[in-house]
């Protein structure tokens, strides 16, 4: 008999994870998602700046599952609870599922700190497609009433601001400001009026990544005219002010806030074993509950190398954890042993506006410029274009189903 193998969510995780799983026949599986989307979130810097389109950033799960043919299910509902000893999951809609094998991926949100009042009423994040579209709207407003003089003075800046100088916050700040430099060539000093602010209470943007990205990173960013706030400590936001502890204040007309995040409440319904960023902890093998069949992959678990230093949470992390989660239950499918888990970061890559990224591989290999970029837009490329095979392969399934 096949096993039943139910995954909830599909991000970058969940969807790796099903690409290893369906090369077994003795495996049925079943995604489910309280969006009918994969968000493309490695994409939001280039997304609310305007230079993508949301075809560009977002796939169909139902049509990518499709192209699976009758091996993979999606159910577009939301997960409330699981039932550990019946193994029996049950969504919104009151529809319970059993499975042999669970995969939780169901990733991670903007930890809109709560000892910051007013910062989630008054400002954006990127993890959720809804709020990025939201700013790309609102930023796409600016630039139109920047263009037709409206609104806004001539000598009056508009300050956007950008909280959180890691990875998500140093690309949207570079994109955003590359995208302003452009307009600036059609509607002159109108869009030099536009300020980016980067803000973070670290001493240094990128904390905790090298001092090569950390520096060609600065550098660029400051080519590009962002102006970077470090050990700058927020206390406060209101609609149109930043208050920072130490009594300065910004003006500000949007903000952005990439500055952590935190796994959804879901982990708090069938778990006790968390982090202080809500995150399920594992054993060594990525088991959570004590439970041998049941595992967590991507942002919503803690994710540690064989050091048991703490991996970032990205995309390249989800992937990884989803490839060792998936080998695993092949593995226990088959009747052999499994090993622990253990990844690092193979390299990190880093878009800085237009034609330009830096980037680290194998430790070693260092680059920045266009070539950066070729390396980055190859990797993401090679992602997207995936999905959209498998997208056009469900497509055909679909009409073909339909025809019989």
């Given at each position: 008999?096949?096993?039943?193998?139910?995954?909830?969510?599909?991000?970058y995780g969940g969807l790796r994870a099903i690409e290893f799983l369906a090369k077994d026949k003795d495996i049925n599986i079943t995604l489910i998602d309280k969006n009918p989307y994969h968000y493309l979130q490695t994409e939001a810097y280039?997304?609310?700046?305007?230079?993508?389109?949301?075809?560009?950033?977002?796939?169909d799960l139902d049509k990518w599952c499709k192209g699976f043919k009758d091996r993979v299910s999606f159910v577009y509902d939301e997960v409330v609870s699981v039932d550990y000893e019946t193994q029996n999951i049950t969504t919104k809609s009151d529809t319970t599922f059993a499975y042999d094998y669970l995969v939780m991926a169901n990733g991670a949100k903007t930890n809109f700190f709560s000892f910051i009042d007013g910062l989630r009423e008054n400002s954006f994040g990127v993890k959720n497609l809804?709020?990025?579209h939201n700013f790309r709207k609102a930023f796409e407003e600016l630039i139109y009433k920047k263009?037709?003089?409206?609104e806004y003075e001539l000598d009056t800046d508009i300050n956007i601001a950008i909280g959180g100088a890691g990875l998500s916050g140093v690309e949207v700040a570079a994109e955003m400001a590359n995208v302003i430099e452009s307009y600036s060539k059609n509607i002159g000093d109108r869009a030099k009026a536009i300020k980016i602010y980067l803000i973070d209470a670290s001493d240094t943007i990128l904390p905790g990544m090298s001092e090569y990205l950390i520096s060609n990173t600065k550098k660029r960013l400051?080519?590009?005219?962002?102006?970077?706030?470090?050990s700058a400590f927020i206390n406060s936001v209101d609609d149109s002010n930043i208050y920072f502890k130490d009594g300065e204040k910004l003006n500000y007309h949007f903000m952005i806030f990439t500055g952590g995040i935190k796994a959804p409440e879901l982990n708090q319904n069938i778990s006790e074993n968390l982090n202080r960023l809500n995150q399920f902890i594992p054993n060594k093998e990525l088991n959570i509950n004590g439970k041998t069949n049941v595992y967590a992959i991507g942002d919503c678990?803690?994710?540690?190398?064989?050091?048991?230093?703490?991996l970032p949470p990205t995309a390249q992390t989800a992937e990884k954890s989803a490839e060792y989660v998936a080998k695993s239950i092949r593995a226990k499918v088959a009747g052999n042993a499994t090993e622990y888990f253990n990844a690092d970061v193979s390299g990190m890559f880093i878009a800085l506006g237009g034609k330009y990224a830096v980037g680290e591989m194998l430790g070693f290999i260092k680059t920045k410029g266009y070539g950066a970029y070729l390396l980055k837009k190859a990797i993401t490329y090679a992602y997207y274009i995936g999905?959209?095979?498998?997208?056009?392969?469900?497509?055909?399934?679909?009409?073909k189903d339909m025809n019989h």
């Open positions: 008999m096949k096993k039943e193998v139910v995954i909830v969510g599909g991000g280039g997304y609310i700046a305007g230079r993508f389109d949301i075809h560009e950033i977002a796939i809804e709020r990025a263009l037709q003089n409206e400051e080519k590009l005219g962002v102006n970077i706030l470090t678990v803690e994710l540690k190398d064989e050091e048991g230093n703490l999905l959209r095979l498998r997208i056009n392969t469900g497509y055909k399934n679909r009409i």
